[in-house]
């Protein structure tokens, strides 16, 4: 498990939320992974905020009210997110934490692998896939 | 998302071609989203490892990954390999396999037809993968672009490359070629590099300004070349000769582009600094490369091929087919797991409460920095050399390091990020789009 401290040491160089127009997809699941939020707006919408960010004006992204707060006056921009991902980042979940949530449902579905698609449990097992205890070597360098 | 291409593909034309013309046409965000199905006689001719270079990169084209329906030429290229089942299990798995394709009628998200026979030998002029040209034409000129953002990035990408707008592209003179990598490692690729070289003669050397070197995809990939002889070709010819690996792909280890040196590569990424800081990638097929290798610059692979290359081959050295089987060892079972001692076993997790693993984000505050750059890739966000760690720590010094760092001096530029208010910023606002294309490294969000 990371401990807090590390947690709070993620995103190393502060940055917490991107906006863009569009995001890859890849990038945009490891983002949210981590805490960040990627918020996708229109090109124009994105051009004017550009333009408070190039003035040095603050600006507050609120992921409760789904919205970009501007500093110079201007109303606030709204945008959406997934409601599962919503949830997740205002509390904090990663895949890991919410996979382990359904322990049950997966022993179930890896039964049912091993009966209908035993080539699946790999060579040399049978049934659910034990983890082999890995011998301590060298450090792999990656 | 489906692809199908159907017809039949001209001389000379192979997979690589043909995913190089396909992110050409759809762009590096045209698979975002989507899985992307390969469909249409094109794919069912491919051999396995074919398929394979044209799903490997449809990451480029933005998708999640590829695929093509598996049938017979799948089954015989998996039957009796050291992991996969054998006998009645065998039987049992390929009937399950050939129930594994599209329905009739589905529907799919995106459609995309292309016709074989617009695709010629294609390379890369910029610095996305989706900055395709047929090796006949040049490159080409942002003044004649009208939307803004396109033409800003063209400029930028010709900048970088150091190519004038216009410029014929078989006249791009190179300094390295590499021929290797996930995508295009394979024997096949291999054997027809070899086939350009013995087409090009008995006396073919490579080109005096050009290093040239071929990096089997695998050990066993290795040994196979080597007992068909491969090697001999590429050694008689002056290519270097190499270990299995990753090698010029991603410049992670000491096989890099020096500033400004370019390079024709079979890989599948040509961002900046992706080989080398400062170095330029042209991306192009097995057999386009191994006539660069010999020309000195970008080539036409079709010069190497009509009646005068038969016989050039024909009287080469005899090259055999090796069984790939002969050089893989038996499948062995792992040990049995051991018990885990009770120190080690981690707590059960709670059910009721998940554990809160990752910082909330419930509302963020402070400057943004605006950055105008489209396809924003994760090369640039972090670039290879500080990809040997799995700490998520530390990483901050190496956001936009390429952009940050003079590479002559290691001096800080005056990128906005560097500057006074923007090194604090919390919020990154790109104007560009598809931020963060490219390669997957999750070091990329953990460096923001």
Redesign the interface.
């Known amino acids: 498990?990371?401990t807090i401290t590390?947690?709070?040491?993620?995103?190393?160089?502060?940055?917490?939320?991107?906006?863009?127009?569009?995001?890859?997809?890849?990038?945009?699941n490891?983002?949210m992974?981590?805490?960040?939020?990627?918020v996708s707006l229109s090109?124009e919408e994105?051009?004017a905020?550009?333009?408070?960010?190039?003035a040095?004006?603050?600006?507050?992204?609120?992921?409760?009210k789904e919205e970009v707060r501007r500093t110079n006056g201007q109303a606030p921009i709204r945008f959406v997110t997934d409601t599962f991902r919503r949830h997740c980042?205002?509390?904090?979940?990663?895949d890991?934490?919410?996979t382990?949530?359904r322990?049950a449902a997966i022993d179930d579905f890896e039964r049912k692998r091993s009966e209908v698609?035993?080539?699946l449990d790999?060579?040399?097992?049978q049934g659910k896939i034990?983890?082999?205890?890995v011998k301590k070597g060298k450090k792999m360098?990656? | 998302m489906r692809i199908t291409v159907d017809g039949e593909l001209h001389e000379g034309v192979t997979s690589k071609d043909v995913i190089l013309h396909i992110i050409g046409a759809i762009g590096?965000?045209g698979g975002?989203?989507c899985i992307i199905e390969y469909a249409g006689s094109v794919f069912r001719g491919f051999s396995m490892e074919a398929r394979m270079s044209v799903c490997n990169m449809s990451?480029e084209a933005?998708?999640?990954a590829g695929m093509v329906a598996p049938d017979d030429v799948t089954f015989e290229y998996l039957r009796n390999r050291?992991?996969?089942?054998k006998g009645e299990?065998w039987d049992?798995?390929v009937q399950?396999w050939r129930s594994l394709k599209t329905d009739e009628g589905a529907k799919f998200d995106i459609e995309v037809n292309i016709s074989a026979s617009d695709i010629i030998p294609t390379v890369t002029w910029g610095t996305s993968p989706q900055d395709v040209v047929p090796i006949t034409g040049s490159v080409p000129d942002p003044s004649t672009m009208s939307d803004p953002v396109k033409r800003a990035s063209a400029e930028r990408s010709l900048a970088y490359m150091g190519l004038a707008p216009n410029t014929a592209m078989q006249e791009i003179v190179l300094d390295k070629v590499f021929i290797g990598s996930c995508t295009n490692g394979r024997i096949e690729d291999l054997r027809s590099a070899a086939r350009i070289v013995l087409a090009a003669g008995p006396d073919a050397r490579v080109a005096p300004n050009v290093q040239a070197m071929i990096v089997p995809g695998s050990g066993l990939i290795k040994q196979q070349a080597e007992a068909e002889g491969l090697d001999a070709v590429f050694k008689r010819a002056g290519f270097d000769w190499r270990e299995a690996g990753c090698s010029m792909c991603l410049g992670?280890n000491p096989d890099q582009l020096a500033p400004g040196e370019r390079c024709a590569s079979t890989s599948n990424r040509n961002f900046e600094g992706r080989q080398g800081a400062g170095g330029c990638t042209h991306l192009l097929s097995p057999a386009m490369a191994a006539a660069a290798a010999i020309t000195g610059k970008l080539t036409d692979v079709r010069k190497f091929m009509g009646a005068t290359a038969e016989a050039q081959i024909a009287a080469g050295p005899k090259l055999k087919f090796a069984n790939p089987f002969d050089f893989m060892d038996d499948?062995?079972?792992?040990?049995?797991?051991?018990q885990?001692a009770q120190t080690e076993t981690?707590s059960p997790?709670s059910?009721a409460s998940?554990?809160?693993?990752?910082?909330?984000?419930?509302?963020?505050?402070?400057?943004?920095?605006?950055l105008?750059i489209e396809n924003v890739d994760?090369d640039m966000i972090i670039p290879k050399q500080f990809?040997?760690t799995?700490k998520?720590?530390?990483?901050?010094?190496a956001?936009f390091y390429t952009l940050r760092k003079n590479p002559h001096t290691g001096e800080d530029t005056d990128f906005i990020?560097n500057r006074k208010?923007y090194n604090?910023?919390?919020?990154?606002?790109?104007?560009?789009?598809?931020?963060?294309?490219?390669s997957?490294r999750?070091h990329?969000?953990?460096?923001?």
Not at chain 2, 331 to 338: D, T, V
């Open positions: 498990m990371f590390d947690d709070i040491r993620r995103n190393d160089f502060g940055i917490r939320c991107i906006i863009a127009p569009s995001f890859a997809d890849i990038f945009r490891n983002a992974q981590n805490g960040m939020l990627p090109q994105c051009n905020l550009a333009e408070d960010a190039a040095g004006l603050e600006l507050e992204v609120d992921l409760e980042l205002l509390n904090g979940l990663d890991i934490g919410l382990m949530q322990g698609w035993p080539w790999g060579f040399g097992y034990a983890v082999p205890v360098d990656w | 590096t965000a975002t989203g990451i933005g998708a999640r050291p992991l996969v089942p299990a049992r798995a399950y992670m499948a062995q079972a792992s040990p049995a797991p051991e885990r981690l997790l059910t998940a554990p809160t693993s990752i910082p909330k984000f419930i509302i963020v505050k402070g400057i943004a920095t605006p105008h994760t990809l040997k799995l998520r720590t530390g990483l901050g010094n956001l990020l208010p604090e910023a919390k919020i990154l606002l790109c104007t560009g789009r598809n931020f963060g294309c490219g997957s999750e990329a969000p953990w460096s923001l």
